[in-house]
């Protein structure tokens, strides 16, 4: 991940009143060719992950990972308990008794499953992260209200603060903030 030097821009950040006008923007900043961006709103918006070119979830895809991992260790730590270190004959069933096996691996499952989702998703976040460069920036505090952002990187490879300024200025923002880094 591209970073910007201390001291210098973050991105630029133009503000927006309602909803539908921060979707526009981010399809159009999209369309433009501009990828490393974010929006920013008080509550959930349709359609702005995919204007702003969110890949889709990938948290569900390192859960199943974690999940079959969890059966997959569980499977083979009872596999090698009881066929291979410690048989142990019990009524006569054989040592490779493959239900006796399916509660621990179910439940191993979904610990894991859990807990890569929550790992997952705080990687996948880049949590934790106490401190971020909008945090600077007075009028961002209205994102948690009633005001809609939208914020372009400085390390998006099209970012060129005055090309990038113009464009903003021409989707119609309440005003363009600059971030510093």
């Known amino acids: 991940m591209k970073r910007a030097l201390p001291g210098t821009l973050y991105g630029l950040l133009a503000e927006f009143e309602t909803p539908t006008e921060v979707v526009r923007a981010a399809e159009a900043a999209h369309a433009d060719g501009y990828r490393r961006m974010e929006a920013y709103s008080p509550f ?3 359609g702005l992950n ?3 070119g969110f890949p889709k979830d990938r948290v569900a895809a ?8 969890g059966l997959l260790t569980a499977y083979a730590l009872q596999y090698w308990i009881n066929v291979i270190s410690y048989p142990v ?14 509660v621990v691996s179910f439940e191993l499952t ?3 499953g859990g807990i890569s989702a929550v790992v997952g998703m705080l990687a996948m976040n880049g949590f934790p992260m106490p401190y971020h460069p909008l945090f600077a920036v007075p009028e961002f505090s209205q994102a948690s209200r009633d005001r809609f952002f939208l914020c372009i990187e400085a390390a998006d490879p099209r970012f060129d603060p005055r090309k990038t300024r113009e464009f903003l200025d ?11 880094n």
Do not use: D, Q, T, Y
């Not at 390192?62 to 991992?69: I, M, Y």
């Open 89 to 102: 004959n019990i009524a006569g069933r054989p040592f490779h008794s493959w239900p006796s096996f399916i």
């Open 50 to 52: 995919e204007a702003v």
């Open 110 to 112: 979904i610990l894991f």
């Open 44 to 46: 959930p918006v349709e």
């Open 170 to 180: 021409g989707l119609k923002p309440r005003e363009v903030l600059e971030v510093p």
């Open 62 to 69: 390192v859960c199943l990972v974690g999940g079959l991992l």
